[in-house]
């Protein structure tokens, strides 16, 4: 379909066309190359950790932290429900358990009280996500992962940038994950990054990403024999999306304050329609808004027709997110019965409006103009 307001575009300028073409036309280190290396620098820059990994998504760093960690068949990983799958799935591509904790209605994120109340012996992680473009609670979070001897991963696919009391999300937890997947504050089409202040888990993550390959030179053009020292996989990122993750990097600060100031519009706009609830955060949150989450005061039913409505009008919207645990996959295949009375309500209200850089003024007063409509209507 084609929409007159996509929920997302890809931001992009001539200085990324002219990093990508660069790298083409050299027609060397497709696949690995000094592009990876610029922009794992620029991250560890950025954020102030001492050490960055870039992959091929933010699946695949989850996935390569839990071996890094050496998380199996036993162990138990707290997780939302309220997230996007790949958070959920990870522990079971180790052969370890998630188990759901409920959401708290400030961030979207875990709740420390039902956090605590699922650790017991077998728990070994708590991997919370930074929902949206918001801190979630973390601070409490750490201190209950450290009275309890237990990891913090920190999920913070949606929330580069981020702040939670003036620090940076990726700064909290043992380690973090990032995701630059194309509807992300910055993009490099597909691909994420792990980030850690832990030598030993940065270079076991460095094996785990290529193939388990003990990589003293570049192995596209050396013709050094690199051993094999254990099991790993293709997670690389291609220098070539590298190539556009350092020029994304480098005007990030100007996409998020562009997304704050649109929200802000937004949230002016949006605030005399009675039927919606604008977002609200804590004041120690910094806010990246890569979505823009209203909610529907009157619940599942009116925000379902107010979704088709916009759909109608060329505006897409998305449910994000709908909880896992009510899937097919976990209910009925693997028979989750989880009790989450916090994320099933906000998940029946909660609806993403289109929040990109790219928006005009009167792309957002349209999006208004047709919720107004709407309500106005329903009356």
Not at 70 to 94: C, K, L, R, W, Y
Not at 198 to 215: C, N, T
Not at 235 to 262: H, P, W, Y
Not at 287 to 315: F, M, N, W
Request: aromatic share 12%; hydrophobic share 40%.
């Amino acid at each position: 379909m084609e929409w007159k307001i996509p929920l997302f575009k890809t931001y992009w300028d001539d200085d990324d066309i002219d990093r990508v073409t660069e790298t083409l036309k050299s027609g060397m280190n497709w696949a690995i190359g000094p592009n990876v290396q610029e922009f794992e620098g620029l991250i560890e820059s950025y954020l102030g950790t001492r050490y960055t990994l870039a992959f091929n998504s933010g699946t695949s760093v989850l996935h390569a932290l839990l071996i890094a960690y050496g998380i199996g068949p036993g162990d138990e990983i707290i997780v939302p429900s309220f997230t996007f799958i790949a958070t959920v799935n990870a522990p079971f591509f180790v052969g370890a358990k998630p188990v759901f904790a409920d959401i708290e209605e400030k961030t979207y994120g875990l709740d420390p009280g039902d956090v605590t109340a699922k650790i017991n012996g077998r728990t070994r992680a708590i991997m919370p996500i930074h929902y949206g473009g918001s801190p979630c609670l973390i601070e409490e979070l750490r201190e209950i992962a450290v009275k309890h001897d237990l990891l913090l991963i920190e999920d913070a696919a949606e929330s580069f940038g981020a702040k939670w009391d003036g620090k940076k999300v990726g700064n909290f937890g043992d380690a973090a994950m990032f995701s630059s997947c194309q509807n992300k504050v910055f993009a490099t089409g597909e691909g994420g990054f792990a980030v850690t202040n832990d030598q030993g888990i940065y270079e076991k993550l460095k094996l785990i990403r290529s193939h388990g390959r003990a990589e003293t030179a570049d192995y596209f053009s050396s013709i050094e024999y690199m051993d094999y020292v254990t099991l790993g996989y293709n997670f690389r990122m291609s220098n070539i999306l590298a190539a556009l993750g350092v020029t994304q990097i480098k005007k990030v600060d100007r996409l998020i304050e562009i997304r704050r100031n649109n929200a802000a519009y937004m949230s002016e706009r949006l605030s005399s329609i009675s039927g919606v609830e604008i977002p609200e955060f804590p004041t120690e949150a910094f806010h990246v808004y890569q979505e823009y989450p209203i909610r529907i005061r009157a619940g599942s039913q009116t925000r379902d027709s107010l979704q088709k409505y916009l759909a109608g009008q060329g505006i897409m919207t998305r449910i994000s997110f709908h909880p896992i645990h009510l899937t097919h996959y976990y209910k009925n295949v693997l028979s989750y019965s989880s009790h989450l009375p916090v994320t099933e309500e906000l998940a029946s209200r909660a609806l993403s409006l289109p929040i990109y850089p790219a928006l005009t003024e009167g792309d957002m007063d349209l999006i208004v103009s047709k919720i107004d409509n709407f309500f106005k209507e329903e009356k």
